[in-house]
């Protein structure tokens, strides 16, 4: 038995393994029910975005949005796996060779402090269980940001503008970085990390979301 099964296994007898969509008690090692996961719609797209890549598992709809949710307002193990276990089929997929390290998009220290966690930073590190790629916390967001969900996107790059700093260039000089975050609306956020990350020169920046907006009117939206 590997390490992240032994604690998997571990962590099912504490809280029992369930399905991200509906909430049905699950195998440990399982990370959806066998018919939320015949309905899910996975995407696993790549698009050209600033100077890499984009990488998507699946659109925001109405399925992925309670996910994304439920990880963001309550630590739900499961829901946070499942993130990182069809980002890890999306990354494998795509490279062959694979990035040498993830950075997580970074909350404001203080809003942390309040949660108690980063949904980003958990997803990341079970990524990197998942793939061997190390963590690097090299981005830091040095101030609160208004809502992104009711600016438009003009006013969300100027709301998002000097709100990130690189507190470990030397960690990131010469890899090639994937940055992730748990959604994309329209781009804003990681156009913000992408331009605090050039100074460290880095070799390559691509990017890892788990959803997409799609369509521009999606009420649903919540993030950048
Ligand atoms: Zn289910």
Known sequence: MTKYELKRTLLDVFFPNRCPVCNKVIGRMDYICKECGEEFEYSYTAQKFCTGRLLCVCRYDDKSSRIVLGAKRNRDGSKLSFMAYTLMKCITQHYDTLPD?????????????KKGYSHTEKICAEL??????????????????????SLKRKDRLDNLKGSFALSDAKALSGKHILVVDDVSTTGATLEEVFRTLLPSECDAVDFAVFARTVNKNDKNKENA
Request: proline share 9%; aromatic share 2%; no cysteine.
């Open 101 to 113: 390290v993830l950075v997580p998009v970074p909350m404001y220290s203080s809003d942390k402090r």
């Open 128 to 149: 990197s269980e998942l793939t061997g790629i190390p963590v690097v916390k090299a981005v830091e967001k040095i101030r609160r940001t208004k809502e992104q969900k």
